[in-house]
């Protein structure tokens, strides 16, 4: 997410949070970084709870 920040910034796209995702496919982790502080997600999360993994990847995209 700081490489995405940094890769904004150079473009001129400094507005809200950077989010970010980590997976092995089965299993999701979330983050989000605004300014220097990022905020990690402690729960994981398994494909087998889709419907939740997708909120969270609306809710990431709304910018909410």
């Not at 299993?27 to 605004?34: A, C, D, G, I, Y």
């Not at 398994?46 to 993994?53: G, Q, W």
Request: net charge neutral.
């Amino acid at each position: 997410t700081v490489a995405a920040r940094i890769f904004n910034e150079q473009r001129g796209h400094t507005q809200g949070p950077v989010y970010g995702v980590v997976t092995t496919g089965s299993n999701w982790k979330f983050l989000r970084l605004v300014g220097d502080e990022a905020t990690i997600d402690l729960a994981e999360y398994y494909l087998r709870e889709v419907d939740r993994v997708v909120g969270i990847l609306v809710h990431m995209l709304r910018g909410v």
